[in-house]
């Protein structure tokens, strides 16, 4: 019996051997339900729905989403149509992959959306999953254990690029790369495709995935499409799939032309993929933003308000902020120039300008601009980033205050709020949706929008808990 068990064992490892990369995690979660899933994964797949389509509804109206939305509404002519899929907070539908693209734009248009896993997760995967369900009659559990695997995939392939920094320092962007799998793969698992077909959807996906930081040069509106672009890509891919169209079953690790030798050269690390597969959800790894901007600002943001709490301080007390953080840091957010939204959004220097100024950095803050008021001009010219911490620091920059009256103030928070191990309460994430959902939406919207998540996994009928998202 020993021998017999030993055999089926060496059988397995064999056909494993023989399968790729993309095709062990296809068959992982084509296989998977919600039944497996941990109540942990569960729970979390809530809060990150939740929280992204209240990131949605802050978009609905920015210039970036009304952009997409016209083009998008220009090429198919769907304006009103009872077909497709819902574009949140209006009365329009379009076709599954042009939805997804113009809802990941809103969800992603104001820096609401959550962070870490490929970047911005939420903003790629709930997108491409609720537009793929209103056309196929999926019921709420498969929709939730769609979302699992799609933020789990994102989030395994940003750590086998090898990590944010080295694959972002090449210049791509980690959202629009490694989410366009985490968005095929969850379109896959809410058409039911099986572990074949779902392997070629991420092959197709991989095929065409792109999505650059040139827009920092500019402030050019692209960065916001980034995640409704990649989940576009993946629900097109996985259509396609359905079809009968193939794609590379080795996307990930060809030697020409695969993902890793192209995109992420020697930082790569394949393996990384298949790491705890079955065994642990990189949902885990993401946070959700209580701060309307980039998340490499929050933790000089928390520093402040620290010290703010604990010293009394008014902006006219400060007389200038340094802070000490990696060099990454400094280029993706040492900016001085403010000219619109984005720019503020992505300037340490103008958020620690309206957080001393108001003592918050929501949305408010942003948009519209602060720049007006001479307080907040004053402090982004007396903010300075130093890179003088080593590229593999981790935690929360030294933020150094020094006082009108003489005094030197500095504080550190090693994880900023909203982190994995310093997460927001369930009481501010609903404050959060809540200041979101409920001006576009109306409280009764919101509070029914927040029981049909709370009770998804028993809803049959998908189209109406998608209903809920448009206008009255």
């Known amino acids: 019996m020993h021998q017999t068990n030993t055999n089926a064992q060496n059988s397995s490892a064999t056909k494993d051997s023989l399968r790729s990369l993309t095709q062990r995690v296809a068959q992982h979660w084509a296989q998977r339900t919600f039944d497996e899933l941990p109540q942990t994964d569960v729970d979390m797949v809530r809060q990150r729905l939740l929280d992204t389509l209240a990131a949605g509804m802050a978009g609905i109206d920015a210039e970036e ?24 907070g209006t009365d329009l539908k379009l076709p599954a992959p042009q939805a997804a693209l113009v809802n990941g734009t809103a969800a992603h248009a104001r820096e609401l959306d959550d962070f870490d896993g490929c970047g911005h997760t939420g903003a790629v995967v709930v997108p491409a999953v609720m537009a793929v369900a209103q056309g196929c009659g999926a019921d709420g559990a498969t929709v939730m254990t769609a979302i699992a695997a799609g933020y789990d995939l994102a989030g395994r392939m940003l750590n086998a690029a090898g990590g944010y920094r080295p694959h972002n320092a090449l210049g791509w962007h980690s959202t629009a790369t490694c989410g366009t799998f985490g968005a095929a793969l969850a379109a896959a698992r809410v058409l039911g495709l099986d572990a074949d077909r779902t392997a070629q959807a991420l092959g197709i996906a991989g095929s065409y995935m792109g999505g650059v930081w040139a827009f920092m040069q500019d402030g050019a509106m692209t960065k916001r499409m980034h995640p409704g672009k990649a989940a576009e890509t993946g629900v097109t891919a996985a259509y396609l799939a359905q079809a009968g169209m193939t794609g590379p079953a080795q996307i990930l690790e060809a030697p020409w032309g695969g993902f890793f030798t192209t995109y992420c050269g020697a930082h790569a690390q394949p393996q990384r993929v298949l790491e705890q597969l079955g065994e642990f959800n990189a949902i885990a790894l993401t946070g959700i933003k209580p701060y309307a901007c980039c998340r490499a600002s929050h933790g000089a943001i928390d520093a402040l308000l620290e010290l703010r709490a604990a010293h009394g301080l008014r902006a006219q007390d400060i007389a200038r902020i340094d802070v000490h953080c990696p060099a990454h840091t400094v280029k993706l957010v040492g900016s001085h120039r403010v000219d619109n939204v984005l720019e503020a959004q992505m300037s340490m220097p103008y958020a620690l300008a309206v957080t001393a100024l108001s003592g918050r950095a929501d949305l408010p803050q942003f948009a519209p601009l602060q720049t007006d008021d001479p307080e907040v001009r004053r402090l982004i010219a007396h903010t300075a980033l130093h890179a003088d911490l080593p590229a593999e620091h981790v935690h929360g920059p030294l933020l150094k205050l020094q006082c009108v009256d003489g005094r030197r103030l500095q504080a550190q928070v090693q994880f900023a709020k909203g982190h994995a191990r310093n997460p927001i309460s369930a009481a501010e994430l609903r404050a959060k949706a809540q200041s979101l959902i409920a001006p576009p939406l109306g409280q009764a919207r919101f509070e029914a929008l927040e029981q049909a998540v709370d009770q998804l996994q028993a809803h049959h009928d998908f189209d109406t808990f998608a209903a809920l998202l448009q206008a009255a």
């Open 65 to 88: 989403t009304a952009a997409v939305r016209a083009g998008m509404l220009a090429i198919h002519g769907q304006a009103g149509s009872a077909a497709g899929a819902a574009l949140w």
